[in-house]
């Protein structure tokens, strides 16, 4: 087991150096970079010597000296990669402010988020797809597989969009967007912070995890499926054994194998909160923070982001191997 761990701990360090050349290639793709921007923003609002083109262009020189974005692409890697293993993520062009500020402002309510969306889909979809698949063909099976079809089939920023309609047209005094009230927002934290944070949280989890949740279910329940008919359950049935038991020791443990393999797409997407629903219901996650950098060409935040994000699928995917290798012993033997 030991030697199984290393070897893919090793696989995940060599993947995470692969992803980050590719994220600050894939920044890097689109055409001009932040001082483009930056000009264009400043043309377009007038501000006052905006017109001068040599002023402009010698503005233009003075910040891309500044920022080393006058350099070659691999020069430009090589001092980011460099700053990011010493645990400096660079300044920010934007915010002005250091990109690891930036992120870590987001990152506990990001976290919090992401908890409690993965302990709702995977608290649910469980006893719901064992449930569904013990009883095949009851009319409680076609009732959690009708909800599954939905959940699957309507888009989690078109049900933020029916909650904030139902919100603001029943319950005008209850604010279903973002994770706080107004007073709380910027409000240390207390008691009554942490409640106002729960009241709002479960909102957010619900609209974030429907679409795993029912696609979970799924997968618990055509895997729990396949192993019921296998002889070994037949076997054990007939020697006598409680069903119950059956089912959850033998059964149960071989069709959790899927649904362990899919935490190495599972943490990024719960960190990230999916962009446009956190854009929808303002929930302050990286997904919106990636969208701005992104918009505004903010090499340094958005290749944090992206090199975080990928990050996190390597380590979930590492996770889920190391989870899958106890789960079931023929893995790692092969």
Known sequence: MLTFI???????????????????????LPPGDFVDTYILDLVQGGAEGAETTPAMLEL???????????KPIYV???????????????????????????????LLMTIILAGTTAMFAWGLSIPIGIYSAVRQHSIEDYTFTFLGFMGLAVPDFLLALWLLWVSFTYFPDHEIGGLFS??????????????????HLWIAALVVGTAGTAALIRVMRANLLDELHKPYVVTARAKGLPEWKLILKYPVRLALNPLVSTLGYLLPVLMSGSVIVSVVLSLPTEGPLL???????????????????????VVG???????????DPRIRMS
């Not at 233009?60 to 006058?70: D, T, V, Y």
């Not at 107004?182 to 009241?199: Q, T």
């Open 6 to 28: 290393i070897h893919r701990t090793l696989l995940a360090l060599l993947t995470i150096w692969a992803l980050s050349v590719i994220s600050f290639v894939v920044i890097q």
């Open 60 to 70: 233009a020189a003075g910040l891309r000296a500044q920022f080393g974005l006058e």
């Open 76 to 106: 430009q890697y090589a001092k980011w990669v460099w700053r990011v293993v010493r645990g400096d993520l660079g300044q920010s062009l934007v915010f002005h402010q250091s990109v690891a500020e930036i992120i870590t402002e987001r």
């Open 182 to 199: 107004r007073e709380y927002i910027d409000a240390s934290w207390s008691w009554g912070r942490v409640k106002d944070l729960i009241s």
């Open 291 to 313: 969208l701005k950098a992104l918009l505004a060409e903010d090499l340094f935040v958005s290749g944090a982001i992206v090199l975080l994000l990928g990050t996190l699928t």
């Open 317 to 327: 995917t590492l996770l889920s191997d190391i989870l899958l290798g106890i789960l």
